[in-house]
């Protein structure tokens, strides 16, 4: 999509032009128009001429060795003429009643005094109050002038030969499904008018960020090959009263002139949000009179125009009902997380613009890459081609598609922390921890990969597992078993050193945040299927917010605690009955720092080593003596 500039006509530049001619009149005109004509004369002349009564003053210049003078006849006229010793000279020009004492000055003539007093002066401060002017619009986030006040500023964009089309747009197949009917309309408006079908005046995009919800609505115009005006809602917000409203309808009156035509406006929450009554004056009222004059707009457009309204936004909850009534937008479609064959789609659109090795595994890495964003996958893709290009090679092989996205998950290595052969040793046995107790139990993901590698994000190691196959539903079993695996980390140090180590912070978050939705939303507890929490924030990542007594609070933290200890309980037990192995996993992780799943799981399953219990037992009892 190629965007259409909108002429701009800043009014410094009119000042600047004023101000090139005035400053021409004065230097070159004006001075032209007010020179006094110069007249070199001898001294016999001005001797002549003072005898003669005919000199009105004199200004004698002895660093220039000249005398200037004017005469009575011709008051414009200037005489030069030289120095000569003549002692007698002063006795003349007092006998003659000449003034001698004061020099020669040119008056500026009527025109060059207005202009230096009046007219510079005035243009000085206009430029000055409009560059202040300026500032202070920029600060306030117009940047504009006061004859764009009320101007939507819309970017404006046309179809072009690499205009976005639905095939740039992967993982979104329901989503496309309910755009192409929009598109059909725009392209065969009488198939729906003959049967007395209208078009949907207002589709709204819903999903979490990075999902593809703006790229969607300007495919929607790349297929339907009409001009496409984008806006974001935070646009239209104004410190002057009533300018948001002037934006909305300066908005609607660009696209019926452009119809058919699609206009989105992107993070409509910003401006769509309820109304609430917050007693004597209300809310915010610029931004109530902005939402109202929306409502206004898309109560009287006709969808028979061609005229299509889209949206996004990541925060639905939060819209005003009257916004998301039938008539205005009535069609709400999701923009969900990508499935395992939609990340594979995804990343094969990304996978085009790099050079890769041959049989490149993209399944693999759509697996691991569970729960990311399209946004989340093109960043992968960056990652492994900017690794490629660092290793000196120049094609990117599924080992650096793997290796980005620890980098986004976890972030990049972080080599300047160097670690204590004992702390090396506590993580080592804590993500030994994690691992072990996730391969001794049922229904429990498979351990993927293994580091002791310090991350940028703060990780000092991480235990990766990966599903065999995407799941959409977690029983309750499933959880309990999830919550005994992030325990495992914790309950290794407490077994091999007698000491707990703050490494297991974020560990203890996730437990305590899977336990109490287990028993506040999920119906998993004595409680039943009862929810004390809503979720007010769906795709962004969830804020809950509590509709229980201080009571049943205080009840569901008991079993909160109760959950997790039950299952760190759990984790130890299957830990101390299998201390050897976890010796000798420790001891390998602690000497490769990285391990994969597959020498995890052999290492595992193989018999136990003789002696391996034993090993590094001097290590272990100096980490302990330390109550590191």
């Given at each position: 999509?190629?965007?259409?500039?909108?002429?701009k006509?800043?009014l410094?530049?009119?000042?600047?032009?004023v101000?090139?001619?005035?400053?021409?009149?004065n230097?070159?005109?004006?001075?032209?128009?007010?020179r006094r004509?110069?007249?070199?004369?001898?001294?016999?002349?001005?001797?002549?001429?003072?005898?003669?009564?005919?000199?009105r003053?004199?200004y004698?210049?002895?660093?220039e060795?000249?005398?200037?003078?004017?005469n009575?006849s011709?008051?414009?006229?200037?005489?030069?003429?030289g120095?000569?010793?003549?002692?007698?000279?002063?006795?003349?020009?007092?006998?003659?009643?000449v003034?001698?004492?004061?020099?020669?000055?040119?008056?500026?003539s009527?025109?060059?005094?207005f202009?230096?007093?009046?007219?510079?002066?005035?243009?000085f401060?206009?430029?000055?109050?409009?560059?202040?002017?300026?500032?202070?619009?920029?600060?306030?986030?117009?940047?504009?002038n006061a004859?764009?006040l009320?101007?939507?500023?819309?970017?404006?964009?046309?179809?072009?030969?690499?205009?976005?089309?639905?095939?740039?747009?992967?993982?979104?197949?329901?989503?496309?499904?309910?755009?192409?009917e929009?598109?059909?309309?725009l392209?065969?408006?009488?198939?729906?008018?003959?049967?007395?079908?209208?078009?949907?005046?207002?589709?709204?995009?819903v999903?979490?960020?990075?999902?593809?919800?703006?790229?969607?609505?300007?495919a929607?115009?790349?297929?339907?090959?009409?001009?496409?005006?984008?806006?974001?809602?935070s646009?239209?917000v104004e410190?002057?009263?009533?300018?948001?409203?002037?934006?909305?309808?300066?908005?609607?009156?660009?696209?019926?002139?452009?119809?058919p035509c699609?206009v989105?406006?992107?993070?409509?929450d910003t401006?769509?949000?309820?109304?609430?009554?917050?007693?004597?004056?209300?809310?915010n009222?610029?931004?109530?009179?902005t939402?109202?004059?929306?409502?206004?707009?898309?109560?009287?457009?006709?969808s028979k125009?061609?005229?299509?309204?889209?949206a996004?936004?990541?925060?639905?909850?939060?819209?005003?009902?009257?916004?998301?009534?039938?008539?205005?937008?009535?069609?709400?479609?999701?923009?969900?997380?990508?499935?395992?064959?939609?990340?594979?789609?995804?990343?094969?659109?990304?996978i085009?613009?790099?050079?890769?090795e041959?049989?490149?595994?993209?399944?693999n890495?759509?697996?691991?890459?569970?729960?990311?964003?399209?946004?989340?996958?093109?960043?992968?893709?960056?990652?492994?081609?900017?690794?490629?290009?660092?290793?000196?090679?120049?094609?990117?092989?599924?080992?650096?598609?793997?290796e980005?996205i620890?980098?986004?998950?976890?972030?990049?290595?972080k080599?300047?922390?160097?670690?204590?052969?004992?702390?090396?040793?506590?993580v080592?046995?804590?993500?030994?921890?994690?691992?072990m107790?996730?391969?001794?139990q049922?229904?429990?993901?498979?351990?993927h990969?293994?580091?002791?590698?310090?991350?940028?994000?703060?990780?000092?190691?991480?235990t990766?597992?990966?599903?065999?196959?995407?799941?959409?539903?977690m029983?309750?079993?499933?959880?309990?078993?999830?919550?005994?695996?992030?325990?495992?980390?914790?309950?290794?140090?407490?077994?091999?050193?007698?000491?707990?180590?703050?490494?297991?912070?974020?560990?203890?978050?996730?437990?305590?945040r899977i336990?109490?939705?287990?028993?506040?939303?999920l119906?998993?507890?004595?409680?039943?299927?009862?929810a004390?929490?809503?979720?007010?924030?769906?795709?962004?990542?969830g804020?809950?917010?509590?509709?229980?007594?201080?009571?049943?609070?205080?009840?569901?933290?008991?079993?909160?605690?109760?959950?997790?200890q039950?299952?760190?309980?759990?984790?130890?037990?299957?830990?101390?009955?299998?201390?050897?192995?976890?010796?000798?996993?420790?001891?390998y992780?602690?000497?490769?720092?990285?391990i994969?799943?597959?020498?995890?799981?052999?290492i595992?399953?193989?018999?136990v080593?003789?002696?391996?219990?034993s090993v590094?037992?001097e290590?272990?009892?100096?980490a302990?003596?330390?109550?590191?």
């Amino acid at each position: 999509m190629k965007e259409v500039p909108s002429p701009k006509r800043p009014l410094i530049t009119y000042y600047l032009i004023v101000l090139a001619a005035i400053i021409v009149i004065n230097m070159i005109i004006t001075p032209l128009i007010a020179r006094r004509a110069i007249t070199e004369v001898h001294y016999s002349k001005f001797i002549e001429m003072l005898d003669e009564g005919d000199v009105r003053e004199v200004y004698i210049d002895r660093s220039e060795n000249k005398i200037s003078f004017t005469n009575k006849s011709d008051k414009n006229a200037v005489f030069v003429t030289g120095i000569v010793e003549d002692t007698g000279l002063v006795d003349k020009l007092n006998q003659a009643g000449v003034d001698y004492s004061s020099p020669i000055v040119e008056k500026a003539s009527p025109l060059v005094t207005f202009i230096t007093s009046w007219v510079l002066p005035l243009i000085f401060f206009m430029a000055i109050g409009n560059l202040l002017s300026r500032t202070l619009m920029k600060r306030m986030g117009g940047g504009m002038n006061a004859m764009q006040l009320g101007k939507s500023n819309a970017r404006i964009y046309i179809q072009s030969e690499t205009g976005i089309k639905f095939e740039d747009v992967a993982g979104q197949d329901e989503a496309k499904d309910a755009l192409r009917e929009i598109v059909d309309f725009l392209h065969n408006t009488s198939k729906y008018t003959e049967i007395g079908a209208q078009l949907p005046k207002g589709a709204l995009l819903v999903g979490p960020p990075g999902t593809g919800k703006t790229l969607l609505a300007r495919a929607v115009a790349g297929e339907a090959d009409v001009p496409f005006f984008s806006i974001s809602g935070s646009e239209f917000v104004e410190m002057f009263v009533g300018m948001g409203a002037a934006k909305i309808r300066d908005l609607f009156k660009q696209a019926y002139e452009k119809a058919p035509c699609i206009v989105f406006i992107d993070e409509i929450d910003t401006i769509g949000k309820k109304r609430e009554n917050t007693g004597y004056g209300g809310g915010n009222d610029e931004r109530e009179q902005t939402l109202n004059q929306l409502l206004a707009e898309m109560d009287g457009f006709d969808s028979k125009k061609g005229v299509v309204l889209l949206a996004a936004t990541n925060r639905p909850e939060i819209l005003d009902p009257a916004l998301t009534r039938p008539g205005r937008f009535d069609r709400r479609i999701p923009v969900e997380l990508p499935d395992l064959q939609g990340r594979i789609d995804i990343l094969k659109v990304h996978i085009k613009k790099v050079k890769t090795e041959p049989n490149i595994r993209l399944d693999n890495v759509a697996k691991a890459a569970a729960g990311t964003s399209g946004a989340d996958l093109a960043n992968i893709v960056n990652e492994a081609a900017l690794k490629a290009v660092r290793e000196g090679r120049r094609r990117v092989a599924t080992r650096d598609l793997e290796e980005s996205i620890e980098v986004v998950l976890a972030g990049h290595e972080k080599k300047n922390r160097v670690l204590s052969d004992k702390e090396k040793l506590i993580v080592a046995y804590h993500e030994i921890g994690h691992a072990m107790v996730a391969a001794l139990q049922e229904n429990c993901a498979p351990v993927h990969k293994i580091t002791i590698i310090p991350r940028t994000s703060g990780a000092l190691g991480f235990t990766m597992q990966l599903e065999e196959n995407e799941t959409f539903l977690m029983s309750e079993e499933q959880l309990n078993n999830k919550i005994a695996v992030i325990t495992g980390g914790r309950v290794a140090e407490e077994l091999v050193f007698n000491s707990i180590t703050t490494g297991a912070s974020n560990d203890i978050e996730q437990a305590t945040r899977i336990a109490r939705a287990m028993i506040s939303r999920l119906g998993m507890s004595e409680f039943g299927m009862v929810a004390f929490e809503q979720d007010t924030a769906q795709y962004l990542g969830g804020e809950f917010v509590s509709t229980s007594s201080a009571q049943t609070r205080a009840k569901i933290d008991q079993l909160t605690v109760e959950k997790v200890q039950e299952q760190y309980d759990r984790a130890k037990e299957i830990l101390s009955n299998n201390m050897p192995k976890l010796h000798e996993l420790a001891k390998y992780l602690f000497e490769n720092e990285t391990i994969t799943g597959e020498e995890f799981m052999k290492i595992l399953e193989k018999p136990v080593q003789k002696l391996v219990a034993s090993v590094d037992t001097e290590a272990v009892s100096d980490a302990q003596s330390e109550n590191i």
